[in-house]
């Protein structure tokens, strides 16, 4: 706990109970001294009887050392709910001896027939008590009615999402869009203000010349735009596939990639990490770390929490998106560009993370290129999993990647592999496998930052323009 700061010290009543819920202390800053203190008495001899002896006391101090940090119990004490069953007569049963398995059970152990008992992991988000300042009723003028509110947001939200009225199109939809909404010219409009932002639209559109299909990650390691902005320019000048092999991409206005045997280089590739005791190596084994972790889980009753950045239009017509503010490290033109890792796959290194969306366009290595264009000039059908690709092409450049980045591995860590066997180079077949149990939310080494909401990518940007 204390090598980091952002979590909080907690404190169990029943240690050896599993269903204890415990108090947390924050961490504070502090200048203290810790001292020992001795008591030393000492009694004086007894001259008189009719007198009483006063003793001798003496106090010793030492300073044992400094204190930096010091941890405060603030919160008030939680619920606390015990593994008791209520009988009809209303005494109380312990159930401590049946919910929990101590040794190894036989199966008769779970085949027992015990009452209900499922604990509540959280009782209370907050342990401080807070103030709820509600306020009054809007007293609207004569004849004002109130806008309906749809099913989809009446629960669960606290607004309605913001509309980037980006388009949206299926794999077997027989129509392509061939210019945006009339909301998306609006709203880019709104905010391309500044000389900067007329630069960005012209470089964003020459790459869709150059290339007709890009991913959002490939637009953010070419040129610097500012993330909110980005949000608005892309619905301006393309449209995004959600099925097929051109799924999660966004897409040139007028291109249908289904009709051109020549768009199969920017097909999608969802490669993931193998990791697993089989493969030699396990999840805390990997050189990548994971994007999210439910081991580095936090209680949320934390009562410092970190202030949310927002960004309003004002702020993105100030142009904020390229010119940012005073003091930035980076230069404008690189401050909000990615790494080509994040990519571009090359033969020696390593992903950025164990789950990545390639296009195929993007994998650098000689021997995956040849997978790619074993059919060129013989593209027949353009199929929804393989696209204009042979049958099981992404399995093969799956196999392939994994076994290079095995290999970068074991050259990297060798002591990993001393008691695995392995056959012969080029007849490794590896079974698919997705590395993205654990995710992570601390930051990482590389620029390139998932957005927050799913852990999947592909999904999160959905939600983002919906």
Not at 6 to 33: G, I, Q, W
Not at 56 to 83: C, H, N, P, R, W
Not at 386 to 409: E, F, H, P, V, Y
Request: overall charge neutral; some cysteine; charged content about 30%.
């Amino acid at each position: 706990i204390y090598a980091d700061p952002a979590k909080r010290l907690e404190l169990y009543f029943r240690p050896k109970d599993p269903y204890c819920h415990p108090v947390c202390a924050n961490r504070f800053p502090t200048s203290t001294m810790l001292l020992r203190v001795r008591r030393r008495t000492k009694k004086k001899q007894q001259l008189d009887t009719e007198e009483q002896t006063q003793p001798d006391v003496q106090f010793e101090m030492e300073i044992l050392g400094i204190v930096t940090t010091v941890y405060k119990f603030q919160g008030m004490s939680d619920f606390q709910y015990l593994a008791m069953h209520s009988g009809p007569d209303g005494k109380q049963t312990s159930m401590y001896d049946k919910v929990l398995m101590l040794k190894p059970e036989k199966e008769d152990f779970f085949n027992r027939d015990l009452p209900l008992y499922i604990p509540p992991p959280i009782f209370s988000r907050l342990d401080t008590p807070i103030d709820y300042f509600y306020r009054p009723d809007i007293q609207h003028r004569e004849g004002y009615n109130n806008p309906q509110v749809s099913g989809e947001n009446l629960i669960g939200l606290s607004r309605a999402r913001r509309p980037h009225n980006a388009i949206f199109v299926n794999f077997d939809d027989e129509e392509i869009p061939t210019k945006p909404l009339d909301a998306a010219v609006q709203n880019w409009k709104k905010v391309c203000t500044n000389p900067m932002d007329k630069k960005v639209e012209e470089e964003l559109r020459k790459l869709f010349e150059v290339r007709p299909v890009w991913s959002r990650n490939a637009v953010k390691a070419n040129i610097s735009v500012h993330p909110d902005k980005l949000k608005l320019l892309l619905p301006y000048l393309a449209y995004y596939m959600l099925t097929g092999p051109w799924r999660s991409l966004w897409v040139r206005f007028g291109y249908d990639p289904r009709k051109h045997p020549e768009a199969k280089i920017y097909q999608v590739l969802d490669f993931r990490i193998r990791c697993g005791m089989k493969y030699g190596y396990a999840a805390t084994d990997m050189p990548v770390k994971a994007k999210r972790s439910t081991y580095n889980y936090s209680l949320p009753i934390t009562v410092k929490k970190q202030g949310s950045h927002t960004v309003s239009v004002h702020g993105l017509k100030q142009g904020l998106g390229t010119a940012g503010t005073s003091g930035a490290k980076k230069s404008p033109s690189s401050r909000y560009k990615l790494k080509e890792s994040v990519y571009i796959f090359q033969e020696g290194a390593l992903p950025p993370y164990r789950q990545m969306f390639y296009q195929l366009c993007d994998l650098n290595v000689e021997s995956l290129q040849k997978i790619i264009h074993r059919n060129d000039g013989t593209e027949s059908e353009c199929t929804e999993r393989d696209g204009w690709c042979l049958a099981k092409t992404s399995d093969d450049l799956r196999d392939s990647m994994s076994l290079m980045i095995k290999q970068i591995i074991r050259s990297t860590r060798p002591a990993l592999f001393s008691n695995t066997t392995s056959s012969e180079d080029g007849k490794e077949q590896l079974a698919y496998e997705s590395g993205e149990d654990e995710d992570d939310e601390e930051e990482e080494e590389e620029d390139f930052k998932p957005s927050d909401g799913s852990e999947n990518e592909m999904e999160t940007e959905i939600l983002d323009y919906v």
